[in-house]
């Protein structure tokens, strides 16, 4: 008996550590907190992770996308319907098939607590939900503007770590994730982690307590910066690996060093119950094949034999596939129209008033 985890095969007695600490589901929720043209950046951060994880084989149906502003149609896009990550325009990461679950004033802090916990009123669709459990590995993505312990939403309100914790401690204490990786892109960003205690959870931010997060690929045509640092190496990161890559967390860690982000990228493992160098980057920003096993034998022979059997006999008895291809339609049975036997006798006592006039009228009756 064997079976699959990823592109891992695992076989024996490898099921029972696969059931122990193994997870069946990869969710993702992608977050965007800045409104206003002059945020594109955030938007273009939160696109480009977003493209990476549906790359990866994270299916729409398992990611909640939050925009807080639609850049792609924004007045001022002079090429309508892109986001770009890159100066040189090549990189549309905003793509044809994009879906944005919450978008503008959608995107609160309410709203991004209830989908964490599923306190979500009973009429939300199910695409605006997280539908995890105990044996989902969920990827959260936050970015926008912070500062020492909080994240703002719309300008208008803010997240503080300790909201944030205690919401991962409630998705713990519910079992809605198996492992969870936060990663956050803000200035500060490392304090919005020091408040977690919930196990299985690992944290990385783009800058230090007291540093700024600095952005990147700034476009004069436009006239605002493209993306953040961070996220920019983070993206160029991810477009290397693969479904069956092999590299792991340690590997992420190293993605964006002080010389290329200007801060100090940081991370957090003691929450984490496994080394981070045992951990795949496809188990949290890739997908997972279900699996069923089972410990009894399945013959397959009589349902083929069964099959076979069954569409033998009609097959057989079908014209060879030569003159199939060359046989004339057959001629089908030819009806008159609706009306024409009405119409025909019309123009028949047409001709005839007009040869013989009215009085001969009693020679057809």
């Known amino acids: ?13 490898s099921a029972g550590q696969f059931f122990s600490s193994g997870h069946t589901n990869n969710w993702a929720v ?17 696109l480009s992770v977003y493209r990476s994880v549906k790359r990866l084989g994270i299916p729409d149906s398992h990611i909640v996308l ?67 459990d105990d044996r989902s590995n969920i990827l959260i993505y936050l970015t926008g503007h912070g500062g020492n312990g909080f ?16 919401a991962f401690e409630q998705m713990w204490q519910k079992r809605r994730y198996n492992e969870l990786l936060f990663i956050i892109d803000t200035c500060q960003g490392a304090s919005m982690y020091e408040r977690f205690y919930s196990p299985n959870l690992m944290a990385l ?15 004069l045509a436009i006239g605002v910066h493209l993306m953040d640092r961070y996220t920019f190496y983070l993206l160029e990161f991810l477009e290397d690996i693969h479904p069956a890559s092999k ?26 119950l496994r080394d981070p160098g045992s951990v795949l980057i496809t188990d949290f920003f890739g997908s997972v094949r279900k699996v069923e096993i089972t410990t009894e034998a399945i013959d397959l022979t009589d349902p083929i034999k069964e099959v076979e059997e069954r569409y033998m006999h009609s097959y057989v008895d ?35 008033f007009q040869t013989y006039g009215v009085k001969h009228l009693r020679h057809i009756f």
């Open 205 to 219: 931010a783009s800058s230090q307590v007291g540093e700024d997060s600095l952005s990147h690929q700034p476009d």
């Open 66 to 132: 939050m925009l807080a502003d639609d850049m792609a149609c924004n007045h001022r896009n002079p090429k309508p319907a892109t986001v770009f990550s890159h100066k040189n325009m090549e990189l549309n990461v905003y793509g044809d098939d994009v879906e944005v679950d919450y978008r503008g004033y959608e995107v609160t802090v309410e709203n991004f607590l209830r989908v964490l916990t599923g306190r979500l009123p009973p009429s939300t669709p199910r695409s605006k939900r997280l539908l995890s």
């Open 151 to 166: 994240l703002k939403f719309q300008d208008s309100e803010e997240i503080s770590n300790v909201e944030l914790a205690d």
């Open 247 to 272: 590299a792991n967390m340690n590997d992420l860690f190293k993605v964006c060093p002080k010389s290329q982000c200007v801060s100090t990228p940081g991370h957090r493992t003691d929450l984490f």
């Open 1 to 13: 008996i064997f079976f699959r985890q990823g592109n891992n095969i695992f076989f024996g007695d």
């Open 30 to 46: 992608l977050v965007c907190t800045s409104r206003f043209w002059f945020n594109y950046r955030h938007v273009a951060n939160t």
């Open 318 to 352: 079908q014209l060879p596939v030569s003159e199939i291809i060359h046989q004339k339609p057959k001629q089908k049975d030819w009806h008159p129209p609706d009306g024409f036997i009405l119409g025909l006798w019309t123009l028949i006592l047409l001709v005839f």
